[in-house]
């Protein structure tokens, strides 16, 4: 199962609107992707409240994997989607 370790760039971590918006991308790709913090519990990506339990501040490193077909094309997508201050857009 491919894993990317990406560090979140929003002022607000995975909060609010950045979250929204992970959480909607996630859904999109038509993979099933799970987020974690360092060796905690992995949720899906798909889940809002999931993703706002993990509560991922600015600067926490977290662990996307998924599995299935696209699977690596999802993970550079929503990597590249956290490293972004989602805020300031």
């Known amino acids: ?3 990317r370790t990406v560090t979140v760039a929003s002022s607000t971590g995975l909060h609010a609107r950045p979250a929204k ?4 991308a996630a ?3 038509g993979v099933p992707v799970k987020i974690r913090i360092g060796d ?3 949720v899906r990506a798909d ?3 999931a993703v706002l339990s993990l509560g991922a501040t600015h600067g926490t490193e977290v662990t996307l994997s998924a599995e299935g077909e696209g699977a690596e094309a999802a993970l550079t997508t929503l990597a590249e989607l956290l490293e ?3 805020d300031a857009e």
């Open 47 to 49: 889940s809002m409240l």
């Open 27 to 29: 859904a999109g790709t």
């Open 1 to 3: 199962m491919p894993e």
């Open 40 to 42: 905690g519990k992995a």
């Open 21 to 24: 918006l992970f959480v909607q």
């Open 84 to 86: 972004r201050d989602l």
